[in-house]
């Protein structure tokens, strides 16, 4: 009966950490940086060597437009998310722009800046 008590709250915790990706501006935000950061690594290190070395074109030509859409999703939401926070620009918001334009630079700012802001509900 302990063991449940133990793992019952836990599984609440994990829920309510990821309920906050899909409702807080931050948490978006850290989303479509995870999401375009993957989909930049499984592009550069997946689908293009099929590509171009084993002849094989149909993973760039279906995830080069995923990856597209993902990193405007992440530009235009990494805008939002400075002007609603306030961030100031050269200190915080050039940062994240940057970071989507540099491989496991999503990854960083995540780690560096995005995890540190509490996010407020909105």
Not at 5 to 19: E, N, R, S, W
Request: aromatic share 18%; charged share 20%.
């Amino acid at each position: 009966m302990a063991v449940f008590a133990i793992i019952k709250p836990t599984k609440h915790q994990d829920f309510l950490v990821m309920k906050k990706y899909f409702t807080t501006s931050i948490g978006r935000l850290r989303l479509f940086a995870f999401l375009e950061g993957l989909s930049l690594l499984v592009l550069v290190f997946i689908a293009v060597p099929l590509k171009y070395y084993f002849d094989n074109p149909s993973l760039s030509k279906n995830l080069g437009p995923i990856h597209g859409a993902l990193f405007l999703l992440f530009v235009f939401n990494a805008l939002r998310v400075g002007i609603e926070e306030q961030w100031k620009f050269k200190e915080t918001t050039w940062k994240v722009l940057v970071a989507c334009f540099i491989p496991f630079g999503t990854f960083y700012i995540d780690y560096k800046i995005l995890r540190k802001i509490k996010p407020d509900e909105n």
